[in-house]
């Protein structure tokens, strides 16, 4: 995981718990053990960076509430 990717996954997680209102340590949780943390949001990052960040924690809550961890 490069620092860009990693910055990124840091911005992803803090968006995230302040538009569901929950700690971040929770909602890396939730990323991490459903698979989204390092099979979406790392391999994804070099198209999803491009893109807003309301888009972006949008996108990420989407995917959780399929993941059924949202």
């Known amino acids: 995981m490069t620092f860009d990717q990693l910055d990124f996954a840091t911005f992803c997680i803090g968006s995230v718990a302040d ?7 929770e909602v890396y949780d939730k990323l991490n053990d459903s698979g989204i ?3 979406y949001i790392i391999p994804a990052y070099d ?12 996108d990420i809550i989407d995917y959780m509430k399929k993941k059924g961890v949202a």
């Open 19 to 25: 538009r569901l209102n929950m700690d971040q340590a």
């Open 37 to 39: 943390l390092t099979g």
């Open 47 to 58: 198209v999803l960076h491009t893109f807003s960040s309301q888009y972006i924690t949008d």
